[in-house]
């Protein structure tokens, strides 16, 4: 642990040269074909980046271990990506603690756990979140184990209120976790639990919003799941989930609402005063704005008709900050000295930047979980407000040159020592799946990078892009030789889910000290390498347990 917040300077690289550090969301690199969307777009900025000088451009690791999670088959995520970027250390992160808590047992053990058990005599236990095996938001395994542990301690009635993927799965792979969950819930009905599957829809449609984006969705996930009211109603969720993706151009992640019924049309599983609700998704951002109406008295962003008195705790604390939910069944990873925090405690003037729906990354996440300024006096964050109300293929450029124009006057106005953006477009559009909006979505990214090198250049600054995770490099679903895997119409298997491809490094600018060059001495460098990087081009070493830099200054 340090002891100081004073940072060594670097023996080599100057101080005081203005720092650009560019985060492209969703842009890995993978090969070249027609379902690369970075490839086929027009990027001739990033392109000369990678193609100008081998020793300024280099690929890490976005994925799995690198970043704190389970397994190297565990998709990288924004999250985890900004706070191994920020933290320039690996901690564990949201599926692995959840992971060690199960494994353990200690999730039986916690505050979290105890406060909602009160509620298992004489109320039920509503869990509520993502069905699907992603490991992005949750994991239908945790939920399995969840929903043992929970039955050998006591819950005797329990309600499973789902939300259908297809965003980091394949779409129509619901039918498949429904009939997994059914069959888990009809053996614990054997064994004299009341447990069943009360409603459900679609995660961009139903709950799943973030960032404030529109609480209709929020409050349409409210009327199912609290109130027991929905347009549609069926006897099973599997005949919901197949009725429903029967209709024209449904898919999993937009699935209307609905609620499972008893013979008299009665919901089975509204929330009612002395229920315990639990929130299983480990990844905080879709999950804050259900957490506020569950927990929030004065909670006024729609009517939530009927407030039931309820013990509520999510999988993990979503927000550290609002210290929301108050009462959680996993503590997060405690994420100190970031390395946000070190620079500004040695005088460099921060500003960061994106547009809503990645405004987080850059602050929250970066800073290790934690909302508002280390230094109000040398920070400044601007959140440019993301589009409502429509998906983000519409407009894929999104806000990417609004951002990008920012960051410029930011860099020009010579009150900054560091400027920090995320360009999310290949990200959120990414998702979509729709390829043609991708494409388009990765030429604004470029050109938004292009008016931040041109100010780095005007400044004599310094730049370093990278990205948090991959996706617009890869849209089809493949078999294992690689080949596109066809649907049973003949058509491909479009791919909306972030990828296990590595992410780009760049670094250059008038102010890069003429000997630097990227090291290749680590054995897997990966996103956490980031932070004791930017901390040299700022002229200081990195404190000793950071992940090693991925520079080195040649002595000729």
Same mark, same amino acid.
């Given at each position: 642990?340090?002891?100081?917040?004073?940072?060594?300077?670097? #023996?080599?690289?100057?101080?005081?040269?203005?720092?650009?550090?560019?985060?492209?969301?969703?842009?890995?690199?993978?090969?070249?074909?027609?379902?690369?969307?970075?490839?086929?777009?027009?990027?001739?900025?990033?392109?000369?980046?990678?193609?100008?000088?081998?020793?300024?451009?280099?690929?890490?690791?976005?994925? &799995?271990?690198?970043?704190?999670?389970?397994?190297?088959?565990?998709?990288?995520?924004?999250?985890?990506?900004?706070? *191994?970027?920020?933290?320039?250390?690996?901690?564990?992160?949201?599926?692995?603690?959840?992971?060690?808590?199960?494994?353990?047992?200690?999730?039986?053990?916690?505050?979290?756990?105890?406060?909602? %058990?009160?509620? $298992?005599?004489?109320?039920?236990?509503?869990?509520? !979140?993502?069905?699907?095996?992603?490991?992005?938001?949750?994991?239908?395994?945790?939920?399995?184990?969840?929903?043992?542990?929970?039955?050998?301690?006591?819950? %005797?009635?329990?309600?499973?209120?789902?939300?259908?993927?297809?965003?980091?799965?394949?779409?129509?792979?619901?039918?498949? $976790?429904?009939?997994?969950?059914?069959?888990?819930?009809?053996?614990?009905?054997?064994?004299?639990?009341?447990?069943?599957?009360?409603? !459900?829809?679609?995660?961009? =449609?139903?709950?799943?919003? /973030?960032?404030?984006?529109?609480?209709?969705?929020?409050?349409?996930?409210?009327?199912?799941?609290?109130?027991?009211?929905?347009?549609?109603?069926?006897?099973?969720?599997?005949?919901?989930?197949?009725?429903?993706?029967? +209709?024209?151009?449904?898919?999993?992640?937009?699935?209307?609402?609905?609620?499972?019924?008893?013979?008299? &049309?009665?919901?089975?599983?509204?929330?009612?005063?002395?229920?315990?609700?639990?929130?299983?998704?480990?990844?905080?951002? /879709?999950?804050?704005?259900?957490?506020?109406?569950?927990? =929030?008295?004065? $909670?006024?962003?729609?009517?939530?008709? /009927?407030?039931?008195?309820?013990?509520?705790?999510?999988?993990? +604390?979503?927000?550290?900050?609002?210290?929301? #939910?108050?009462?959680?069944?996993?503590?997060?990873?405690?994420?100190?000295?970031?390395?946000?925090? =070190?620079?500004?405690?040695?005088?460099?003037?921060?500003?960061?930047?994106?547009?809503?729906?990645?405004?987080?990354?850059?602050?929250? $996440?970066?800073?290790?979980?934690?909302?508002?300024?280390?230094?109000?006096?040398?920070?400044?964050?601007?959140?440019?407000?993301?589009?409502?109300?429509?998906?983000?293929?519409?407009?894929?450029?999104?806000?990417?040159?609004?951002?990008?124009?920012?960051?410029?006057?930011?860099?020009?106005?010579?009150?900054?020592?560091?400027? /920090?953006?995320?360009?999310?477009?290949?990200?959120?559009? &990414?998702?979509?799946?729709?390829?043609?909006?991708?494409?388009?979505?990765?030429?604004?990214? @470029?050109?938004?990078?292009?008016?931040?090198?041109?100010?780095?250049?005007?400044?004599?600054?310094?730049?370093?892009?990278?990205?948090?995770?991959?996706?617009?490099?890869?849209?089809?679903?493949?078999?294992?030789?690689?080949?596109?895997?066809?649907?049973?119409?003949?058509?491909?298997?479009?791919?909306?889910?972030?990828?296990?491809?590595?992410?780009?490094?760049?670094?250059?600018?008038?102010?890069?000290?003429?000997?630097?060059?990227?090291?290749? @001495?680590?054995?897997?460098?990966?996103?956490?390498?980031?932070? *004791?990087?930017?901390?040299?081009?700022?002229?200081?070493?990195?404190?000793? @347990?950071?992940?090693?830099?991925?520079?080195?200054?040649?002595?000729?």
């Amino acid at each position: 642990m340090a002891s100081s917040w004073t940072l060594p300077d670097h #023996p080599k690289l100057p101080k005081g040269k203005p720092v650009a550090v560019v985060v492209l969301d969703g842009w890995g690199e993978a090969n070249p074909d027609q379902y690369n969307c970075i490839h086929v777009a027009q990027t001739p900025v990033m392109d000369s980046l990678k193609n100008g000088a081998p020793e300024k451009w280099r690929l890490v690791k976005a994925h &799995g271990t690198a970043v704190g999670l389970p397994s190297d088959d565990d998709m990288g995520n924004s999250e985890v990506g900004h706070n *191994a970027l920020g933290a320039g250390r690996i901690f564990a992160q949201g599926a692995k603690l959840v992971d060690q808590a199960l494994a353990s047992g200690k999730i039986y053990d916690g505050d979290g756990f105890n406060y909602i %058990k009160e509620s $298992f005599e004489n109320g039920t236990l509503h869990l509520i !979140g993502l069905l699907s095996d992603g490991g992005v938001h949750s994991r239908l395994d945790q939920l399995q184990l969840l929903l043992k542990g929970v039955s050998e301690r006591g819950a %005797k009635k329990i309600r499973v209120h789902i939300l259908t993927d297809g965003r980091d799965v394949l779409d129509g792979s619901s039918v498949g $976790f429904v009939e997994t969950l059914e069959n888990d819930l009809l053996e614990l009905r054997g064994k004299g639990i009341d447990a069943q599957i009360a409603s !459900g829809g679609g995660r961009m =449609y139903v709950t799943m919003d /973030r960032y404030e984006n529109d609480w209709d969705v929020v409050k349409r996930g409210w009327d199912a799941q609290v109130l027991g009211e929905a347009p549609y109603k069926f006897k099973s969720a599997l005949e919901a989930v197949k009725t429903l993706r029967a +209709q024209p151009n449904a898919n999993d992640q937009y699935l209307p609402p609905f609620v499972i019924v008893d013979d008299s &049309g009665k919901a089975v599983g509204p929330v009612l005063d002395g229920d315990a609700v639990v929130t299983i998704n480990f990844r905080a951002d /879709r999950m804050v704005m259900l957490a506020k109406a569950l927990e =929030y008295a004065d $909670f006024n962003n729609f009517d939530r008709v /009927r407030v039931p008195k309820i013990r509520y705790a999510g999988m993990l +604390q979503y927000d550290g900050e609002l210290k929301l #939910p108050s009462r959680y069944l996993v503590s997060p990873p405690e994420i100190d000295r970031t390395s946000g925090e =070190y620079l500004v405690k040695n005088g460099i003037r921060t500003f960061a930047c994106s547009e809503t729906v990645k405004f987080g990354h850059v602050t929250f $996440f970066w800073n290790g979980n934690r909302s508002g300024y280390f230094d109000e006096t040398k920070e400044e964050y601007v959140e440019v407000p993301s589009d409502s109300g429509i998906t983000f293929n519409v407009a894929p450029k999104m806000k990417a040159l609004q951002i990008a124009e920012k960051a410029r006057d930011a860099l020009l106005s010579g009150k900054f020592d560091q400027v /920090r953006v995320n360009l999310p477009n290949g990200d959120m559009v &990414g998702h979509t799946g729709d390829i043609e909006a991708t494409v388009v979505a990765c030429k604004a990214a @470029d050109e938004a990078v292009k008016i931040i090198l041109n100010a780095v250049e005007q400044v004599g600054g310094i730049y370093l892009v990278t990205a948090d995770h991959g996706n617009a490099e890869d849209m089809v679903k493949r078999n294992k030789s690689g080949k596109p895997l066809l649907d049973k119409n003949g058509g491909i298997q479009i791919l909306t889910s972030h990828t296990l491809q590595p992410v780009p490094v760049a670094i250059g600018g008038p102010g890069l000290h003429p000997g630097v060059k990227f090291r290749n @001495d680590i054995q897997i460098p990966g996103l956490a390498n980031v932070a *004791a990087t930017v901390m040299n081009l700022h002229g200081f070493e990195a404190p000793a @347990d950071y992940e090693q830099t991925l520079i080195e200054v040649a002595d000729n």
